[in-house]
T-cell receptor, first 112, second 114 residues
Framework: AQRVTQPEKLLSVFKGAPVELKCNYS??????LFWYVQYSRQRLQLLLR??SRESIKGFTADLNKGETSFHLKKPFAQEEDSAMYYC??????????????FGTGTSLTVIP | DVKVTQSSRYLVKRTGEKVFLECVQD?????MFWYRQDPGLGLRLIYF???????EKGDIPEGYSVSREKKERFSLILESASTNQTSMYLC?????????????FGAGTRLSVL
């Protein structure tokens, strides 16, 4: 079975402090990992994907296959980073496409 | 920009009513999805469709059905709404090419079943 685990439902950090949102996964294959973000009153949108290997809004995430983790990190949190963050996994393609599996989400609050 | 439009932002229905949630995308995407979003449970897949008239059950299909008669439109149907179906419903679409593996979401429909 495929599963994405986000152990923290709520996370609060002070502005300027480092932030790390944890994500662990289990998948018997080669998954693609994503972070999606939902700001207040906005739709869910892609933040970053592991194959892009890029930094978006100062966030980075490295896929660690040994630890089956894809933690999201930012060295200096900003108030506008306050949002709900979802880690997601996409499995290998079949003849019916491939599903996404989302974690339960982490609500990040950056305290001024 | 990809646009995924859900016909209603808020919907209030009574127990036992038949409910239709509509979703339209304008990017000719092959794949479309319906999720429900609940606090503490994240997004759970109800159904997805990989082509016109094709559908697959997700993790929680019970009490729901779907219809995809045209490529751009994917409908979620609650045959007989129940209070435990009160939730936020999200529609998403995705290009069929697996290299473009990004889901685009609608704004959501908040359904209350009384």
């Amino acid at each position: 079975a495929q599963r994405v685990t986000q152990p923290e439902k709520l996370l609060s950090v002070f502005k300027g402090a480092p932030v790390e949102l944890k994500c662990n996964y289990s998948y018997s294959g080669s998954p693609e990992l994503f972070w999606y973000v939902q700001y207040s009153r906005q739709r869910l949108q892609l933040l970053l994907r592991h194959i892009s290997r890029e930094s978006i809004k100062g966030f980075t995430a490295d896929l660690n296959k040994g630890e089956t983790s894809f933690h999201l990190k930012k060295p200096f949190a900003q108030e506008e980073d306050s949002a709900m963050y979802y880690c997601a996994l996409s499995g290998e393609v079949s003849n019916t496409g491939n599903q996404f599996y989302f974690g339960t989400g982490t609500s990040l609050t950056v305290i001024p | 920009d990809v646009k995924v439009t859900q016909s209603s932002r808020y919907l209030v229905k009574r127990t036992g009513e038949k409910v239709f949630l509509e979703c339209v995308q304008d990017m000719d995407h092959e794949n479309m999805f319906w999720y429900r979003q609940d606090p503490g449970l994240g997004l759970r897949l109800i159904y997805f469709s990989y082509d016109v008239k094709m559908k697959e059950k997700g993790d929680i299909p019970e009490g729901y059905s779907v219809s995809r008669e045209k490529k751009e439109r994917f409908s979620l149907i609650l045959e007989s709404a129940s209070t435990n179906q009160t939730s936020m419903y999200l529609c998403a679409s995705r290009e069929g090419d697996s290299r473009l593996n990004i889901q685009y979401f609608g704004a959501g429909t908040r359904l209350s079943v009384l």
